[in-house]
């Protein structure tokens, strides 16, 4: 079975402008999860997306969106870049099968660097 | 709100030995607690995970302990070897919203631990 798999894996953007950053989970996974990893703050909970429906959200400003598409896939977007903003995102998915939180497996992520 | 501590930042022991990562959880609604490994350039990784109903796991040389009272969990890894260097990150799992019957769910991750084992 095929990882996660998050596109593009490398991302130069500057000041201003919007990225959009893609996220496919492991077949059968439902739920999509989004992270922010820098070196000095960790890994971030950005939201998460299950049945094209966002069911948490971090705190993070709300230059940050993302989407889920009935084919699970995820996008996440960032408007108005500012240079805090690079970082590697993360996306994880799970199968979320009822009742009790599921393992996340991680995509290799995507790093953006903001010039 | 949900915080994860962590400790210690960084860690170096000599091969062989072990290393024991501790963290602790803010939120008592949390049932689910995963470890995982983050090598050098690479994804996180999942090692062991342990949810409330359990006090301990292991699994070859790696052992999670938690204590749902003093609110703690922690990472053992014993008879280290090189290939164990690596970040490490701790994790604790709570029902969105506080519905303990929900899928939801919002993981919150510790700051990391870098593991360093010392030939």
Avoid at chain 1, 101 to 111: A, C, W
Wanted: glycine share 8%; hydrophobic share 30%; net charge positive.
């Amino acid at each position: 079975k095929a990882g996660v798999t998050q596109t593009p894996r490398y991302l130069i953007k500057t000041r201003g402008q919007q990225v959009t950053l893609s996220c496919s989970p492991i077949s059968g996974h439902r739920s999509v999860s989004w992270y922010q990893q820098t070196p000095g703050q960790g890994l971030q909970f950005l939201f998460e997306y299950f049945s094209e429906t966002q069911r948490n959200k971090g705190n993070f400003p709300g230059r940050f969106s993302g989407r889920q598409f009935s084919n699970s896939r995820s996008e996440m977007n960032v408007s108005t870049l500012e240079l805090g903003d690079s970082a590697l995102y993360l996306c994880a998915s799970s199968r979320t099968s009822g009742g009790a939180p599921d393992t996340q497996y991680f995509g290799p992520g995507t790093r953006l660097t903001v010039l | 709100g949900e915080n994860v501590e962590q400790h210690p930042s960084t860690l170096s022991v000599q091969e062989g030995d072990s290393a024991v990562i501790k963290c602790t959880y803010s939120d008592s609604a949390s049932n689910y607690f995963p470890w995982y490994k983050q090598e050098l350039g690479k994804r996180p990784q999942l090692i062991i995970d342990i949810r409330s109903n359990v006090g301990e796991k292991k699994d070859q040389r790696i052992a999670v302990t938690l204590n749902k009272t003093a609110k703690h969990f922690s990472l053992h890894i014993t008879e280290t070897q090189p290939e164990d260097s690596a970040v490490y990150f701790c994790a604790a799992s709570h029902p969105a919203g506080g519905d303990i019957n929900s899928s939801a769910s919002k993981i919150i991750f510790g700051s990391g631990t870098r593991l360093s084992i010392r030939p």
